[in-house]
């Protein structure tokens, strides 16, 4: 572990003096989105954007997209039909891997990403060279909607972690959590993940 990045990265200052920008191309992208740290096969983002971005897709592992204000549109090409899914703030959407996605915000929205090193980029009206490639979890997760009801606890064992924190995607080898900071949950509410109530439920058009 020698050498390994332990800090903290503060977001807030990473955003300071951000203008929201097209990501129409790789410089765009790079300048729109500071790279905050290493994370796995890829690293963590955060940025400001607003008009549409190209189609991309990540071959090796999951894309991980929080919008921190805003919302964002985000058209994934699974299945026969585009699916349309819409995160508005305190979202979390998961873009499976392999999986060809692209963004649209008509205002200015801010995203942290956790996003893999190797993307392609492509600028045709179907990039797929695979139409049958299919995820199963397309929604985007209201992370406010699972704080919810969750107070102050302790996590000192593996049954209070886990009704701790609830389960809200799949992401790569592991999963996307919420939690306020150590916490149980209040009762005996069930520990289903909760559907995404300030965001549209994926749909195909």
Request: include cysteine; glycine fraction near 8%; charged fraction near 20%.
């Amino acid at each position: 572990m020698s050498g390994a990045d332990l800090r903290a990265h503060d977001v807030h200052a990473a955003l300071a003096g951000l203008v929201a920008g097209t990501v129409s191309n790789a410089d765009e992208d790079a300048a729109a989105f500071p790279r905050l740290a290493a994370f796995n096969q890829g690293a963590v983002y955060v940025g400001r954007f607003s008009g549409a971005s190209p189609w991309e897709c990540h071959p090796d592992a999951d894309e991980l997209l929080y919008v921190l204000d805003g919302e964002v549109e985000v058209t994934l090409l699974s299945g026969p039909k585009p699916v349309l899914t819409l995160a508005r703030a305190g979202c979390v959407l998961v873009v499976p891997r392999g999986v060809w996605h692209r963004q649209w915000a008509a205002h200015s929205v801010t995203l942290l990403t956790v996003t893999p090193d190797r993307s392609e980029i492509s600028f045709e009206v179907d990039p797929r060279t695979d139409p049958g490639i299919c995820a199963t979890d397309l929604r985007a997760h209201d992370v406010h909607a699972a704080l919810a009801g969750l107070v102050a606890g302790t996590v000192s064992n593996a049954d209070e972690d886990a009704a701790a924190f609830p389960r809200l995607a799949t992401f790569n080898q592991g999963a996307v959590m919420s939690a306020v900071s150590a916490v149980s949950r209040r009762g005996n509410a069930t520990r289903t993940p909760t559907s995404c109530s300030t965001c549209s439920t994926a749909k195909s058009r």
